[in-house]
């Protein structure tokens, strides 16, 4: 049983790392903190792995064709 569609779960978890960055952006400004601030651009970094994964699933997840006889799959 599937708890999370699989195109979704990477579309979450760039959000989220956005939502950190930002926050750790804000506060890292407010406080002065440099290893806050690098911790914002290690989220930001997340983020855009986890993009690259959305679209590597769904790639991953096209239907058999005439060049790929099994499917996609091995994208991922």
Do not use: C, T, W
């Not at 926050?23 to 002065?32: C, D, H, M, W």
């Amino acid at each position: 049983m599937k708890l999370i569609n699989e195109r979704i779960a990477p579309i979450i978890a760039s959000s989220v790392a956005f939502l950190l960055a930002i926050i750790k952006i804000i506060v890292g400004f407010i406080s002065g903190s440099v290893a806050l601030l690098s911790s914002a651009i290690d989220s930001l970094m997340d983020m855009a792995v986890s993009i690259m994964n959305y679209f590597a699933i769904k790639l991953a997840l096209k239907p058999a064709d005439k060049d790929h006889q099994y499917g996609h799959g091995k994208v991922e």
